[in-house]
């Protein structure tokens, strides 16, 4: 596989895999928009953008500006405003979002609260 396939598989993977949790932060932040009523490329972006910058290694402000970019691309007129104002919240507390991810590792648990 070449690095792109290797990194869009992990991407996936990690997506679908801590995706309840990345819902619940992103839920946080956009208190007045449930996700189930966000557009289905607005909410995939979201997800993909805070788990790079909290799971992966990609720089915040990268993984923001891409989100942000492809939301210009693919999403509505609406899209990258929405996207940039829920990332740059969520960014706020990017070392609070790792350390829930990293203790609900360890103890198997998918509560963003504690």
């Known amino acids: 596989m070449t690095r792109v396939q290797v990194y869009a598989r992990?991407?996936?993977?990690?997506?679908?895999t801590y995706g309840d949790m990345l819902d619940?932060?992103?839920?946080?932040?956009a208190p007045e928009w449930p996700l189930d009523q966000v557009a289905i490329v607005d909410r995939n972006l979201l997800r993909m953008a805070l788990y790079e910058f909290t799971l992966g290694e990609v720089p915040v402000k990268v993984a923001?500006?891409?989100?942000?970019?492809l939301a210009k691309t693919f999403g509505s007129d609406s899209s990258p405003r929405f996207i940039n104002g829920v990332l740059g919240s969520?960014?706020?507390r990017e070392n609070e979002i790792r350390?829930?991810?990293s203790s609900n590792q360890i103890n198997n648990n998918s509560n963003p609260d504690q």
Do not use: K
């Open 24 to 29: 619940r932060y992103i839920q946080l932040h």
């Open 64 to 69: 923001i500006n891409e989100a942000v970019e």
């Open 99 to 101: 350390q829930s991810f």
């Open 90 to 92: 969520l960014a706020a």
């Open 10 to 16: 992990r991407l996936v993977i990690g997506v679908s």
